[in-house]
Structure formats: C-alpha cells, structure tokens
C-alpha cells in the first residue's frame, strides 16, 4: 500500500466500529468471555487511549525529535489501571474518533520524506514513520477482528472461535 493507501484505510476505522456497536445493550458492550478477554467496550477504551498516548505521540515525535525512543504501551495493564469496563462506551468513542481525525489532519500534510524519519519503537525495534502507518492499521484491523469475534460470542456463548487474548493484552 502506498501512504495515501494508508490514510485512507485510518479513515475508515470511526464507521467500522460504529458499525459493530449498533444495537448492543450495556450489559453486551462490557461482556468479557473467560480467559482474560476484552470486552467490546475495553476495546473501545483501548482504542482511544492508544490511539492519542499510543500514535498520536509516536507521530508527533517521529517528526519532531530526532531518533526518539518511544516506549511501549501496556494494553492490558491500561485496561486495569483505568478500570476501562466501568467507563462510560460514547465518551471514549467520541474521543478516539476526535484524536483519529486530528492525526488523520497531521498524515494528510506528510511528506515523502518525512515518511523515512525514524525512530526506535519498543519492543519492536528501529521503525520509520512508513512502517509506523503500516502498525497502525494493522492495530486498528487485529481490533476490527477482535470486535467481530465478540459480537459473535454475544451471539452464540458456546462459540469456541473466541477472540486472542494477545490482541488485546500484548503490545499495543
Ligand atoms: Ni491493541
């Protein structure tokens, strides 16, 4: 994929996931499956969190500082921290998709040069702000599946199909 490729495809993520979150009671969003899944409504949490302290901040120093390291992010120990199942699922979204749009604005103005701007990500290693487009949508699609596996455990609670626990509890 090219970067407009890219940029195209993070604009998408706000309909994808309001999409999934159609018709879903209170008690569905925050319906976790055994084994230390996320709920849907911890996903959506995760998503805004990572979204501006996560890529918000790894762009933001990707082109301003040279060479920064740019620490790692917890998922799960977030989810925890911020009891990400007691909040409230229209606030969270509202806020991931404002910080998507406002990235988005930033990616839009990029250069070709800029895309070669590096960096050091932990724990993944030396990463250029191309790459780092390339980790973005791939966070954004393991979410999207994740959702999708979710809605069908609400569905059908003997589904065996349950979502990775890695997607939502490794590196975000
Ligand atoms: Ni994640």
């Not at 899944?37 to 040279?66: A, K």
């Not at 590096?118 to 393991?142: A, M």
Request: hydrophobic fraction near 35%.
């Amino acid at each position: 994929m090219k970067p407009n490729d890219f940029i195209a495809v993070l604009s998408e993520m706000p309909d994808n996931l309001k999409s999934r979150l159609d018709s879903l009671s209170d008690e569905q969003l925050r319906f976790k499956p055994d084994g230390g899944y996320f709920s849907i409504l911890e996903n959506i949490c995760h998503l805004q969190d990572i979204e501006i302290e996560g890529y918000g901040v790894r762009l933001q120093r990707l082109l301003t500082e040279q060479h920064p390291r740019l620490p790692d992010l917890n998922g799960g120990q977030l989810a925890l921290e911020r009891r990400y199942n007691e909040q409230k699922l229209q606030p969270a979204l509202d806020a991931f998709i404002h910080a998507r749009y406002t990235n988005l604005r930033i990616l839009e103005s990029v250069t070709k040069t800029q895309l070669a701007r590096s960096g050091f990500l932990e724990p993944i290693g030396e990463i250029t702000l191309g790459r780092l487009l390339e980790l973005w949508v791939e966070h954004d699609q393991g979410h999207i599946r994740e959702l999708e596996k979710l809605r069908a455990a609400i569905r059908e609670p003997h589904l065996t199909d349950k979502p990775e626990p890695s997607l939502s509890l490794g590196s975000a």
